[in-house]
């Protein structure tokens, strides 16, 4: 009787202890989740891993990659400001939910970033298969060497980098099903207007120059609006472009009409100010 009870025991025991390492330990393959900081400072957070971050922390990505990292590689860089603009407007109104079209390329352009500072700092090679990655190395190599001073050099530069990104982004999008509402889209086709006015800023202030033709009483000097409007420099354009973009697709003949008297007041320092210094 005796080792019969002894072999109970001991199959108990084989039982219990599994049962009781899993219930005090976690799994020995469970991955920390990352945030934006760990991201930033790794350098290595995939495209896919970025669309899991909530949109508060693709901002702290965003400025710690700017202002800890590029920072250091070229003093006083702060030249993805506009990217915390669109954020900003996304956070703020509701869009960028894991999973969806906006976050999707979203994730895109921000692993294009990454990419591009870890080739440039020399702690990687590896693009991720994004294209806009070796862009945005080159980019920030010539900033670094003195080769992006003038505008009209940079922010072809900056726009070519940017759009590759997005593209990317756009076709993570689709492999995983998402699709673009029409809000989403109005939204993108701003986006595009945006990059495109930076690849081709003399053709741009030629159109510009003729859409203000004979407008009475506009403040509003075609080469200086145009150069604050694409200042990668600054926020408030896009997160203010964002808005009009999003109240001319609702449509609402309320919102729309007050978002571009709003973009127009944010512009109204830099008319009185004189000309913004370059980037």
Do not use: K
């Not at 009781?20 to 991201?39: F, K, Q, W, Y």
């Amino acid at each position: 009787m005796r080792p019969r009870l002894d072999r109970l025991r001991g199959a108990a025991l084989l039982l219990l202890v599994p049962t009781l390492i899993a219930l005090g330990c976690p799994p020995a393959s469970a991955t920390p989740t990352r945030d934006g900081e760990s991201c930033a400072a790794t350098l290595d957070c995939s495209a896919l891993e970025l669309d899991r971050l909530p949109l508060s922390e693709r901002l702290v990505f965003v400025r710690a990659i700017q202002d800890e990292i590029a920072a250091e590689y070229i003093p006083g860089f702060r030249h993805w400001r506009n990217i915390e603009g669109i954020i900003r407007f996304f956070a703020e109104n509701g869009f960028g939910e894991p999973g969806t079209w906006v976050s999707y390329v979203d994730a895109g352009i921000l692993e294009g970033v990454e990419r591009g500072a870890a080739i440039a700092l020399g702690r990687s090679e590896d693009d991720f298969g994004n294209p806009g990655s070796e862009l945005w190395a080159d980019y920030l190599r010539r900033l670094h060497r003195g080769e992006l001073t003038e505008r009209w050099v940079h922010d072809p530069a900056w726009g070519n980098a940017e759009q590759a990104s997005t593209e990317h982004g756009v076709r993570l999008a689709a492999a995983h099903g998402a699709v673009a509402s029409r809000v989403d889209q109005q939204i993108y086709d701003f986006s595009e207007f945006y990059r495109w006015l930076l690849r081709n800023p003399q053709t741009a202030l030629l159109a510009l120059n003729e859409a203000l033709r004979g407008t009475v009483g506009l403040p509003l000097p075609p080469a200086d609006f145009l150069r604050w409007f694409t200042d990668v420099t600054i926020s408030e354009p896009t997160y203010r472009g964002g808005h009009l973009a999003r109240d001319v697709a609702v449509p609402d003949p309320v919102a729309a009409p007050i978002s571009a008297l709003r973009l127009l007041l944010a512009y109204a320092p830099e008319l009185l100010a004189g000309d913004r210094v370059s980037p």
